[in-house]
């Protein structure tokens, strides 16, 4: 069995998600921040509710679309998390293609930024 897959190839999976998103969804994505860590935080995960580590593999911080305002000029950057050692557990136990996992957390985080329902983000994802 060859090594897991590490960040640059989690990232290359993401980065080909957002480019197969609709024009209306990528026009607004370009000051959005990709990163791809190991694992959230300690306070990330305090901050969530969670025990672990592997309970959580990606995170929108930002404001939603929607609710952004011209107020908020010099606010960090809306970013997307991506946490590879959470990706990886849960490929294993599901036994889902990487690619299709990554997609899905992927576009579950963009749902956050554009304040999509569960069920919008669903017909998104069937999209790309």
């Known amino acids: ?45 305090a901050a969530l509710g969670l025990e672990h580590p592997l309970e959580l593999t990606g995170l929108y911080h ?13 606010a960090m950057p809306d970013r997307i998390h991506l946490y590879r050692q959470a990706i990886l ?11 299709d996992l990554v997609a899905h957390v992927v576009i579950h985080e963009v749902g956050h930024h554009f304040g999509l329902s569960d069920a919008d983000m669903h017909a998104l994802e069937d999209t790309v």
């Open 1 to 45: 069995m060859g090594a897991a897959p590490d960040a640059d190839a989690i990232e290359r999976v993401a980065r080909a998600t957002l480019a197969r998103l609709p024009s209306a969804f990528a026009a607004h994505l370009d000051d959005v921040v990709l990163m791809i860590e190991e694992e959230a935080d300690d306070e990330t995960l």
């Open 62 to 74: 930002g404001q939603p679309m929607g609710e952004k305002s011209a107020m908020d000029s010099g």
């Open 89 to 99: 557990a849960e490929w294993c136990e599901t036994g889902v293609r990487l690619d």
